[in-house]
């Protein structure tokens, strides 16, 4: 073969190497969607079993704490061995937490196996995004991330039916380790092809931080408590000041300030992911208990949101933004489409309480059509702008910020977990105390997702810091020029 030739093929082969590992990590993201439901539709049917129906706020804390003891390690420990030989090693735990569950007689053993895959889960949450950064060329991880929506379109389809199914079938406990065959044959793959595409560099720099995991595990811990009690709240507000304190030291300088450039980037996600999955945690309860809606009403419901949020986070993956302005655009009008979403739903709970004159909305059938159509606005903005978000922080800016691959993925998880636990905590605290209110609960809880769409504008300002730096690099040049 000519040296010619050579040349010709080493492209092609490194294209199909790249298309098997996209391939490979979209379905490992599909088995987890659809373990994700799996996971959801068992609990109860494992506490009946083993007798732990006191066991929820156990398991929740549990598996949250050991998946933030172990998440802020992750590039910490790219810096020191591959994405490959952390996906062999940490795989195994995951399997291993699995079927321990599965085989588990008593609640604490079922819960000592959750508690394990989940510290796998913590640090393969970063070590899947750096692998995608580094191994895959721009336009395929856009593919990938675009892809990542279909994923979970598919899944919202797809994983219920086999939890009902395999929860009915063969029981809870083989559906905990039927789908590990399918799940091993991708990973595999994935180390397969990342040995032969990943060209991150481990120098061993990066330090373990392991005082900041222990304070992030102990603060979501603690935050837990919040609206449990008077004390116990002033202890889970501790717990969230803890989180932040800690979470300061991991994600890059300045990311909490809004520093412009990618600090305020990735702050827009955390504060993205923050309010989408504040109203999340709540939009089902609102729904059942002040609309009187069934439980099939609120499949629909919550089906309608994350299929918008698909629909459109898969066409910005496709046609993503090629500049600030086209991503600031993007950003207002998710900020839009989340404020009018929460201001529907705000709308809905006032008609479904009487409070809004009868000539806007007659009876509690329009107040529910208002729910479905405002969390499916919400879902609308959080696909507008969450795939250009990734982005924007894992492409390397065209001057140096000091924020490495790893850091960058690593802080884009960070930010979203951050985020979703101290808001989420904070909403569903507040509507259980809202509603053990005999009278006005339906103004209280209408004010909980005001407070969420006014949140949800902060976005704007954000995304133009997004770009400042860079915007003011130009400006200089210019003026020395």
């Known amino acids: 073969m000519t040296t010619r030739s050579v040349a010709h093929a080493e492209p092609r082969t490194e294209a199909r190497s790249a298309a098997v590992l996209a391939a490979a990590l979209l379905l490992v993201e599909l088995v987890a969607a659809c373990q994700s439901y799996l996971t959801t539709t068992i609990t109860p049917l494992m506490a009946q079993d083993l007798h732990a129906q006191d066991g929820y706020g156990l398991l929740v804390a549990a598996t949250q704490a050991a998946m933030f003891l172990t998440m802020p390690l992750g590039a910490a420990l790219l810096s020191r061995w591959s994405a490959s030989q952390m996906l062999t090693w940490l795989t195994p735990l995951v399997v291993v937490g699995g079927v321990l569950s599965a085989f588990a007689p008593t609640f604490a053993l079922f819960v000592s196996g959750r508690v394990l ?31 990542y929506a279909m994923v979970w379109l598919v899944a919202s ?53 392991l005082g900041p995991a222990v304070g992030l595990a102990t603060g979501v811990t603690l935050l837990s408590l919040v609206g449990t009690s008077v004390p116990g709240t002033v202890v889970g507000i501790a717990g969230g000041a803890l989180v932040l304190a800690a979470a300061a030291r991991i994600l890059p300088a300045g990311t909490l300030v809004a520093r412009p450039g990618r ?27 002040l609309i009187g809606r069934t439980a099939g009403d609120l499949a629909l419901l919550l089906g309608l949101g994350g299929a918008a949020w698909s629909v459109l986070g898969m066409v910005c993956g496709r046609w993503p933004a090629r500049d600030h302005t086209a991503y600031l655009r993007r950003v207002v009008g998710a900020a839009g489409l989340l404020a009018a979403g929460f201001a529907a739903l705000a709308l809905s ?47 390397e800016p065209t001057a140096p910020d000091g924020i490495g691959t790893h850091v960058a ?7 979203e977990v951050v985020g979703t636990a101290l808001l989420a905590t904070v909403t569903a605290s507040a509507l259980a105390w809202v509603l053990s209110a005999a009278t006005e609960r339906g103004v209280f809880a209408a004010g ?10 902060l ?23």
């Open 409 to 415: 993925a690593q802080a884009l998880v960070m930010a």
């Open 349 to 395: 709970l006032l008609s479904a309480a009487s409070l809004l004159p009868a000539t806007l909305l007659p009876s509690a059938t329009g107040a529910w059509e208002l729910h479905l159509v405002g969390w499916a606005l919400t879902g609308a903005g959080m696909g507008l702008a969450y795939v250009d978000t990734l982005n924007r922080v894992l492409d």
């Open 117 to 147: 895959a989940a510290l796998a889960a913590g640090a393969l949450m970063t070590v899947s995004l750096s692998a995608l950064a580094t191994a895959l060329p721009a336009a395929w991880r856009r593919l990938v991330l675009a892809g």
């Open 448 to 457: 909980v997702y005001l407070a969420l769409g006014m949140l949800a504008l």
């Open 459 to 481: 976005l704007i300002p954000l995304a133009w810091r997004s770009e400042q730096v860079a915007d003011l690099g130009q400006v200089g040049f210019r003026r020395r020029s």
């Open 263 to 289: 600090p305020a980037t990735i702050l827009l996600m955390g504060l993205l992911c923050a309010v989408y999955f504040g109203g999340h945690a709540v939009v089902a309860i609102t729904a059942h208990d």
């Open 157 to 209: 389809l797809v994983g219920p039916v086999y939890a009902g199914w395999a929860s009915s079938a063969i029981g809870w406990r083989w559906s905990l380790v039927a789908y590990l065959p399918l799940f091993l044959i991708a990973r595999a793959v994935v180390i397969v092809r990342l040995r032969q595409l990943d060209r991150a560099q481990q120098d061993g720099r990066d330090p373990l931080g």
